[in-house]
């Protein structure tokens, strides 16, 4: 749905959305004044949504902090006024936040505050799966998982009621595919915005030190106990699925089931096909544990034998254990079963689940089994055929002529001064360097990592190996200035590239702090105050950096680029040169909007073609790897094998929908020695055309 209507006052409406939607909408409905977060998938969308409203209402505020920590500790600063705030970001910025996150908990919320993290077991879209969930094990801050699209948007409102409640602050658990699951949601009222807070001076609760922070410790943790006893609270949270009354279902009633988030979809649908239906326990209140319900739900269906179903680690079941063996009073053995069958690892689905229940019902289904394994069969066979798509560059994209330009360089260097260059990685397109073509990355750990790592290795590496450490501007201001800042101070031998685009590119074209104001419309009216602007450049040159080792270039020029990595490289200290490009995907969107507001805006259209008798040097291809340069084939040739055919006959050509002629002045061009792409002008205006 388009954004405006996500936000529109129509209680009682149903509407097809998605997770990130639905928590959107949450957010609006229940008042809250203050909102921030770090993009990160998979819940950049949610903090998108949210910088819509800001920018429409007066009484809303949204910040794409500078990284997670800032984003937590202004949604601690709104909270303690009194008025409700929610910090956003993926699984991995908790660790930016961990900090604050141990220690702001002792003193707990006035505001109702959520903290909402999206994880990432299967690891589509970051570097590792930790299970979040288990920082509850220190910092004891409640965990809610909604399981339902519906429920994204109602936890929300009763995750800031519950916080309000017992004042601290609580932890939305939530993963990738029910952020980006669609379901029928009904929306809600909406509860009108406090706009101003009052900060009420206790130093007794505020400063934690020495026996304040002990005795806060000590009423946090006596807090949440209470929570955990609250019978209401588990049933607000907590459901046990109430199946309907076909007789075609079987009603097997010793064996029940624990399970929570999206997991649980996956146990319905797998006792569906099954045919069977068991005791399940959904949880939406995962931690704290509410032991004596627990204990309840196996009494009341005089369970034997206990399955839980969970991605990642055994959080769950190992609460479970405990339960059962150090707590519960029915004195009886119940076997509990998760991880000694499901895997630790990766995300699951229903056929995993229907293997794992399966081995533990005394039930015939042999053809779901017969069908899962031919199922499986046909994927070993079909996925080693299928050609490899590995992540690249946008057609026309500022990065290609720098790596391109940059492995020039390096050959050139290593031939003749026997260099070998290692190549330090972070997170952001340019991460894409690691891919064909290119293959220009020797490691990708955190975000910062890859300076940060360098200047342990710079000092000790041998003298023929260089380091080139790549970072772009948003993570640059994120978390790689103390790790830049620390190479100048020991003036380590390294170049860093560093990548202004000027947007937060990977995540969905963000702002960030080094944003320039002109390229952003609309200021956000609920603050009422003028954003500033961060000069990358201005900052480099105020940090200690000598002027000479610090260089300028715009991202297109391959000549010019060849000759500043040619005469930078070898230069010992730290050197820094800074691409200043705008990400050429927003500026195509821009200019595309620009278009559609004037319509008699008629620009001079660009084409660029190749021609039929291209000799296929293939340095458009080998070296450049734009993918708007495609192969069709004229004429099949000899069968190495089923899935290698070598063409007799074929050409390359360029496809105009995937080509930005008007944001790359013709890269391919500029590389094509035997000058075989041509560049076509039309004027639209005098409806002439040239060839160049």
Known sequence: MKIAELFQDSPGKKVLISGNEAFARGIFESGVRFAANYPGTPLSEVGDYLNFLS?????????????????????????????????????????????????????????????????????????????????????????????????????????????????????????????????????????????????????????????????????????????????????????????????EIEDISEVGIITSGLCYSY???????LEIKPPILKLGLIFPINRDEICTFANTYNLKKLLVVEELEPFIETVSKRTFCNYCDSKRDLEIHGKDFLPKIGELTTDIVIRFIMNHYNIEREHLIENIDQKEQILKEILPSLPI????????????????????????????????????????????????PYQMLDWVVCMGAGIGIANGMAQVVNEHQKLIAFIGDSTLLHTGLQPLINAIKNNTEMTIIIFNNYWT??????????????????????????????????????????????????????????????????????????????????????????????????????????????????????????????IEILEKGENLSDDNIIPKNYKYFINESSCMPNICPGVCKTVCKDNMIKKTLINPNDNKSSKE
């Open 505 to 630: 590119s990977m995540t969905g074209q963000q702002e960030h702090a080094g944003t320039p104001r002109s390229l952003i419309e609309v200021q956000d009216s609920a603050s009422k105050r003028e954003k500033k602007e961060i000069n990358i450049i201005a900052l480099l040159e105020n940090i200690g950096l000598e002027k000479e080792n610090l260089i300028v270039s715009r991202a297109y020029n391959i000549e010019q680029l060849e000759k500043v990595f040619l005469n930078t490289l070898p230069r010992p200290g730290t050197k820094v040169i800074v691409i200043n490009e705008e990400c050429a995907l927003e500026k195509k969107r821009r200019q595309k909007l620009y278009e559609d507001q004037d319509a008699d805006l008629q620009k001079e259209q660009v084409y660029y073609t190749i021609l039929d008798s291209c000799i296929k040097c293939n340095e458009c291809i080998e070296y450049l790897g734009c993918p708007a340069i495609n």
């Open 267 to 273: 146990v319905i649908q797998a006792c569906r096909k």
């Open 55 to 247: 920018k429409n209402s007066d009484g809303f505020t949204f910040d794409y902090s500078v990284n997670e920590k800032v984003a937590l500790e202004s949604c601690i600063g709104v909270s303690w006024t009194g008025l409700r705030s929610v910090a956003m970001f993926k699984h991995l910025g908790l660790n930016v936040a961990a900090d604050p996150l141990h220690t702001f908990p002792y003193s707990g919320v006035d505001g109702g505050m959520l903290i909402l993290c999206g994880g990432d077991p299967g690891i589509l879209s970051s570097t590792n799966a930790q299970d979040n969930r288990l920082y509850s094990l220190h910092t004891k801050i409640p965990i809610i998982e909604p399981s339902t699209v519906q429920e994204c948007k109602d936890f929300i409102r009763e995750g800031l009621r519950l916080s309000e409640l017992y004042k601290i602050p609580i932890y939305v658990h939530v993963t990738s595919r029910l952020c980006h699951s669609h379901g029928i949601v009904t929306l809600g009222k909406i509860n009108m915005i406090e706009n101003t807070g009052t900060f009420k001076k206790d130093p007794d609760r505020y400063i934690n030190t020495l026996n304040r922070a002990l005795s806060n410790q000590t009423k946090y943790f006596q807090i949440v106990g209470e929570l955990a006893k609250n019978k209401k609270i588990f049933y607000l949270f907590n459901k046990v699925k109430e199946w309907g009354k076909k007789k």
């Open 389 to 436: 798509r590995e992540p690249t560059f946008c057609a026309g994209c500022q990065y290609r002529p720098v790596f391109y330009s940059l492995k020039k360089a390096v050959e050139k260097l290593s031939e003749k001064k026997g260099y070998e260059f290692i190549y330090a990685g972070d997170i952001g397109c340019y991460t894409l360097s690691e891919s064909y």
